[in-house]
């Protein structure tokens, strides 16, 4: 930025430390010496910027007030982290960062997630100041309120300038993995000498909270593992946590396991006002390419604020009017709630032109490339805006009933490889099941340090960090389509991060197989039961189980096309023949007929299936028609497709004069009496399953043609 | 035990070492040095055991072979980890371990714990050769059968000897932290000076994957804080999981971040072989007593395969008929399958004796406890037993429609208070959320490093560990009552440790309260919607959400005594009225008239409510009142409850022929179609939360009394 190329002297700003304010030790518990770790006290080394003293500490407290007075006038929120994050907050959004604030959504910028999200005023206050038109005066004194673009937890849905929704810790600081891991992969497929195209860092602050979940862990492992040296996260290092000190609970070497991670580790003792040490840890990151690093900044939680600075009063709610008062009186700030000084404004105004100008640059940059290496730019192009080539869909295989009966998570495989020829943007992998999940794309090699061209994510056994990861690369460029795989048993591991997914309107597609009983000797802990049935009530996510090929691929076509929801797919370890009369296109009805006997839309039964079970109903059909019934056979491969057709189509499909209705599934019959009426009967498992071969659990379980044929009689 | 008075040479064993065998270094990225770092190698130190070398070879070689042969048979299964963990195995359950074959249950054996569940064919071999019955020739020759006590993971409720079920990665570990947490608080509680009635150790084995997961990280950190120094985790050093060499996705340093957790940590550099290595580092883990030990193990997968050791193909499937002669080949075992040589079984047939003995030692400790201390030792006999105290449910506090208006979560704190008062058992704590849990016993302390007596545990921002030290802590002594507290949303954290408890028959309270858009400001991340579907469609899982005081207590009294199965309660951050007609003992039947105006147990309408919104129903109904409707009011305490009543009595609460029924809560409608019915109407939550005041955000998603009274008027 232009900024840095001028000069400013060392800001000095200890006079307003509160005296509640003490330094935290590292807990040295042993005799390990670190000898990379590097401290950065407050030096005397003076940096040359382009803004005076005064005018970074005025900045700084602009940003503390602005949380203060707006979680004061909600009554409700988070100052500490902001009042204590406010000079690294300062020094990223106006001397390193690099982004254009009147488009937010300019491919090469830095990308910044607040991992700590209830601390979120922070990052309202910063895209307010370099003049987001997301965040206006208004919006921060609208903070938590109905409709406003300010909410409690950061939204990207709602405010452009957010890249992610975070707030549930630890997943920001995952999701950042997946922004560098983009920027990493990108950089490798497009970038040619001389033309930089894809370039950008990615910041995260995290806090204590997120440092202490499983998650986070996860995730920094395999950040070290790929080398994600353009990551950067500052661990707001406050030692307080809801419920007081962290001593009552993390008192573990956080230093020392990032070491172990593999991250380059840096400590800035003094994040109050430490502006220069956090700068040189910047720039020493920064020179550190082969890793990501971990700055840890101690700062003071709330700090200026006399009596809850330090505290866990100062974490989650207002301060209240005194203290707030009082906090004035202690940082000198004798102004009215959400006032921003002139110099302040003046200083932050130049962003815009900054940022407008850092857009037209690249643009010409990429004016070159493109000229250079057509096919390369217009890929580009394409995975920026997100439009998917032209006739994409004619990969997607087809099956016809005279092919080999086939698992479909095998089918799965074959869409996803036929996909990857034609979608650039797809990528993925799995949990360390890849031979399982049938998930690897046969024409690419792993995605590692010094492969980063390929396309294929080794994940290992971290369902949680993978689902993470995944919503970053989603919400990096349009145009990727992560797919992450476990078995479906499994997603209770990634459940937080598949939740967000839904509720930030990630297209993450997640291939969920060995999706029933069906896959037999492992047992119960192995076997899902409820899971589908969870899925179907999580809102703007889609629960397919495809019963064979056709509908594999339609399943995949409608997990493509539905940009701003995640698709969960359950695929079966087992072998399933095709059908007659699945179609891809039919997947997107949700429910279709498959055959029927029966004239007037008026069947004397009607049986539903979906997935492996899909084949029980439609054998039961065939001996029910053999006795003389008229059976209607209908698959419903996703309730929530179904749920969206037009009543017509609804009635076509599931006649409300037909109460004669029969489901099976393997797995909870929870939900389904909405299908199957009061007069229904729903076939299902509404208990744990069993540790034998698949075939003797079906028939124990009674989830058998026989038992459709007797429940059918039952409600005919 | 009595073997480790006599004497034995150093076993040997190289020559069966299969040649794909490498050795794996240990990967130093930096120059941080090691001083705690304890590498044993095979040394000359020549150890004193009872047992002759060649001995000690064809017991690690039966245990290969049980396994593999039991594999083999089932054509289904893990035989790597056995193979290589049979020299640990071997040394823990021979030499090392207190326990009672006879009696899997006596309360003061060690416990051992395979985190790596997959590998069971281990723990089975073992407890076969230690003489427990439950495992018998037969049942390793049914492995992974239908109805077999060997199914394909260890399952706690299946075979007696297995503590705890494992299979899905990183629980075990996490369950061991809940077991050693246990022995450490007993030990403080019930020891005198000259008796020390509880006293043994928590052994653990666990792999690459487990230590991948997450939870690990977060449950090791909580080990090692809380000091427990009789933990002693294997960790079986394969360096290849399922999809390969682990070094496609996990090269951090492990050591290191153990060493960062605040482990001592010992690395056994030959696992295959390496007897007195082995021994020697158990030796030194015990010495190291203020925090726990990982001993990491350095195997071969597979070991003795001549062509599948070191690889993947040696991990989840029968070697094939081909290699397993093979291996016998190599490993010199010409014998048939399932052979236990004699010298192996005489040698074995010791611990039934000598596990009697343990226990008649113990027995005899106790009576001279008792009689010294007698109320110490009948509490805990009250604990080993599972009985609950006489008369401990009057502690439950009563409520009338009187008192204040409280929320649910503040009504929970009393019962928790009131109940820890006379049940020795109950002992718990939250995720950092103590003081939004409302979960502190206010006459304990923390239980700490330093304060092991006392009940309050602070699990910091780690729930998924959390929830799975919880399920140690209950499986560890019948009578202990643990619960655990977040968000009610951040279940989805920890869900997978849930489900394990569940399966696992654990009596485990989740304390979850913010149960719905009522928490207001955090917004849509803080919001639980589909949560309480998600765990009504769990097999074996009550989902309690109480309305008032008495209906929370009524929760209570139900999680107490359902001794096995796990309780949710979801629990409001906001103020609700006591209401008249509920009480403690009707939350037992799950569903129940609160109010009704019919007669003939007809109505013209039913209000259904749960929580928070049985008062909008209980006002709802007393406005359709006032328009002379008969209007009848049921409380939805618990859909699993209702569902366990007879059908006379769901009948005398819904009745077949009133159809106009309309329910409210503010969650998901998925599956209320059961309750209300096809002419009936849900009124829920089908979409995500929002960031505003409670207040405006129940208004704006029609949670109101209104809506009620609109639904009721369209139904009838």
Redesign the interface.
Known sequence: MAASSSSLSKPFFSNTIPTTTKTHMITT????????LTTIKASAKTYKKGIDTSLVENSVNTIRFLAVDAVEK?N??HPGLPMGCAPMGHILFDEVMRYNPKNPYWFNRDRFVLSA??GCMLQYALLYLAGYDSVKDEDLKSF?????KT???P?NFVTPGIEL??????QGIANAVGLALVEKHLASRYNKPGHEIVDHYTYVILG???Q???????AC??A??WGLGKLIAFYDDNHI???GD?D???????????????WHVIWVKNGNSGYDEIREAIEEAKSVTDRPTLIRVTTTIGFGSPNKANS?SAHGSALGAKEVEATRKNLKWAHEPFYVPEDVKTHWSRHISEGSALETEWNKMFAAYEKKYKDDAAELKGLISGELPAGWEKALPTYTPEMPADATRNLSQQCLNNLANVLPGLLGG?A?????NMTLLKMFG?F?KHTPTERNL????????MGAICNGIAHHTKGLIPYCATFF??T??M??SM??A??SESRVIYVMTHDSIGL???????QP??HI??F?????ILMLRPADGNETAGAYRVAILNTKRPSVLALSRQKLPNLTGTSIENVEKGGYILSDSSSNNKPDVILIGTGSELELAVKAGDELRKEGKAVRVVSFVSWELFDEQSDEYKESVLPSSVTARVSIEAG?T??W??IV??KGKAIGI???G????AG??YK?YGITVEAVIEAAKTVC
């Open positions: 518990t042993n005799t390990i010496s670190f000898t990379r909600a409700s929120g999200g209830h938590r309120q109905w409709g406003s909410p409690g937890h939204e929704t975070t707030g549930p810790l630890g204590d909270g997120c202490m979940e499983g998650v986070s862990n996860e492992s395999l070290a593992h946590s809801i419920d962290t009552i609970a993390f008192t573990e070497n956080v230093d020392r396991r990032f070491e172990g991670l593999g866990y799995s360390d099941l890849a031979s399982s792993d590692q080794r994940f290992g056994v971290r369902e949680h960090g048993v499994f209770d591991y459940r937080a939740r967000l839904a509720l037999g000797e492992d047992g119960p802990t192995h039961v409820e049935a969870s179907r009530a999580m809102p703007n909870s929870f939900g009496e909405k009426g009061a509404d208990k744990f069993a540790s034998a071969p003797k659990i124990e």
